[in-house]
């Protein structure tokens, strides 16, 4: 039964590979032997925006930043910003990853994320995530 669960999710996220990308409003939810796995945008967890730099941010926003990470990590050049906005808000975001390296069969790549609010106070945060087998990423703590 669990390993019908991690099928079903596998072709439901590569599915939205095929349609051209992740939607901002994809949030699965699997069980495996070691506990619950969430895929929230095509990262596990959330990616940095899910954690303390978007705990201010709207449910959109977030969304909005956890896509632009996932085509960051996914298909950006090295240097190369992912930006998202928020048109209702004012607020926006810009996302850069660094250079993928490999460790062991997994690539991984280091990027940050910056957000910037409407009146001006901007933070980054920084971190590394890892492509898993069935194409998602996740965040490395």
């Known amino acids: 039964m669990k390993?019908?669960?991690?099928?079903?999710?596998t072709?439901?996220?590569?599915?939205?590979?095929a349609a051209g990308g992740f939607s901002?409003?994809?949030?699965?939810?699997a069980?495996?032997?070691?506990?619950?796995?969430?895929?929230?945008g095509g990262i596990v967890g959330g990616g940095l925006i899910m954690g303390n730099l978007g705990t201010d941010l709207q449910r959109r926003e977030r969304m909005a930043?956890?896509?632009?990470?996932?085509?960051?990590?996914e298909s950006a050049p090295a240097g190369?910003?992912?930006t998202w906005r928020d048109e209702r808000t004012g607020r926006s975001g810009t996302v850069t990853a660094s250079q993928p390296y490999r460790v062991g069969s997994q690539?991984?790549?280091?990027?940050?994320h910056t957000i910037s609010a409407s009146a001006g106070g901007t933070r980054t945060s920084r971190g590394t995530a890892c492509r898993n087998p069935?194409?998602?990423?996740?965040?490395?703590?």
């Not at 390993?3 to 999710?9: D, H």
């Not at 069980?31 to 929230?40: E, H, L, P």
């Open 31 to 40: 069980t495996s032997g070691q506990g619950s796995v969430r895929a929230i």
């Open 134 to 141: 069935d194409g998602s990423w996740t965040l490395l703590e």
């Open 3 to 9: 390993i019908s669960a991690v099928v079903a999710m």
């Open 107 to 112: 690539d991984c790549r280091p990027y940050s």
């Open 11 to 17: 072709a439901f996220l590569l599915s939205g590979c």
């Open 80 to 82: 190369q910003s992912v």
């Open 24 to 29: 901002r409003s994809i949030d699965v939810t």
């Open 65 to 73: 930043g956890v896509d632009a990470e996932y085509k960051a990590l």
